[in-house]
């Protein structure tokens, strides 16, 4: 399970995982691109950046519903978005 704070209340997100997922550790570099400027760790980026960075996890797989995926990008909580090295999705 993984938790999404906000200001108001804690969304969570719950899937387990199956043998079709076929999660294993990655250590690879991936480009996220920049969504939202309005935190601090992204404060000095522009909106639309892309940053190529070192991402390491072993089963990190956040998934949630369509309600909960807009309303976390309605309250601007959505900050990076993975990327290929053109911007795209």
Not at 12 to 23: G, I, K, V
Not at 65 to 72: A, F, N, V, Y
Request: hydrophobic share 30%; proline share 2%.
């Amino acid at each position: 399970m993984q938790w999404v704070p906000n200001s108001l209340r804690i969304e969570s997100a719950t899937r387990c995982a199956d043998a079709e997922d076929h999660l294993e550790f990655r250590c690879i570099w991936t480009d996220l691109r920049v969504e939202n400027t309005s935190t601090i760790f992204t404060s000095k980026a522009t909106e639309g950046q892309l940053l190529h960075i070192p991402m390491s996890h072993g089963e990190g797989n956040y998934q949630a519903d369509e309600e909960t995926i807009s309303r976390l990008e309605n309250n601007g909580q959505v900050i990076f978005r993975y990327s290929d090295t053109s911007g795209g999705k």
